[in-house]
């Protein structure tokens, strides 16, 4: 098992996964401590559902149809524009990315098939989507993303990879038909995880961080 330091310095979102899948029960043993991540009066707001095997096969064949369709359903706004700095480490992420994978970034044919491979799950055996209760918002998501980081990172421990997606967010309507969820539950973003290719391009791709001063402001 990595160390906590280790596992945040080396987590990347992976976007290529070998076919191995991970037995249920040793799913359900390494997440039960994300069960501790901190939340608004405790209240825990949180839905985790994990799609495997046949469910996550047939997701793999609706979502890129329906997307492809327009059939695009939202239960959380998102235009993705972005001013100033945050619009620089946006396209630098992006330029890091398609560099990894080699696609110019006048290819627009070959980065739109590399958006495509969000709605498949970049070929993972598991796919995992984050709902919040209908009603609760900007504090509730925030609880939320708590929640989501423990996941990634007690994955990251275990040598399990893992790619955090919104593009998932876009077909709410269409996972939650697939797995028969409640209609009370709404979607934030979805995870594809699972033990990396590291044979593909994509998996070479880290992008830059902050310096800490920027981020970590000191008062006395």
């Not at 280790?6 to 037995?23: E, G, M, V, W, Y």
């Not at 492809?68 to 993705?80: E, H, I, K, Q, W």
């Not at 006048?106 to 709605?119: C, L, P, T």
């Amino acid at each position: 098992m990595k160390s906590l330091e280790d596992a945040l310095n080396h987590r990347r979102s992976c976007r290529a996964f070998q076919s191995t899948p991970i037995a249920a029960e040793e799913l359900q043993r390494l997440l039960a401590p994300a069960l501790r991540a901190p939340s608004n009066c405790n209240t825990q707001p949180w839905f985790f559902h994990i799609a495997s095997g046949a469910a996550i096969e047939r997701l793999r064949k609706r979502l890129p149809e329906d997307f492809t369709a327009g059939r695009v359903s939202l239960d959380f706004p998102y235009d993705g524009k972005y001013d100033g700095v945050f619009r620089d480490r946006q396209y630098a992420a992006a330029n890091a990315l398609y560099s990894a994978m080699g696609i110019e970034r006048s290819d627009r044919e070959a980065r739109n098939e590399a958006f495509m491979r969000n709605f498949t799950f970049f070929d993972a055996p598991h796919v995992g989507f984050f709902f919040i209760p209908e009603g609760f918002h900007e504090r509730e998501a925030c609880d939320l993303g708590m929640f989501a980081q423990s996941v990634m990172l007690l994955l990251e421990s275990a040598g399990v990879h893992s790619c955090p997606q919104t593009a998932l967010g876009f077909l709410a309507d269409s996972i939650r038909e697939e797995l028969a969820i409640p209609a009370q539950q709404k979607l934030m973003f979805g995870l594809s995880f699972g033990y990396p290719d590291t044979s593909a391009g994509a998996n070479d791709c880290m992008t830059d961080r902050m310096d800490s001063s920027e981020a970590v402001v000191l008062h006395s």
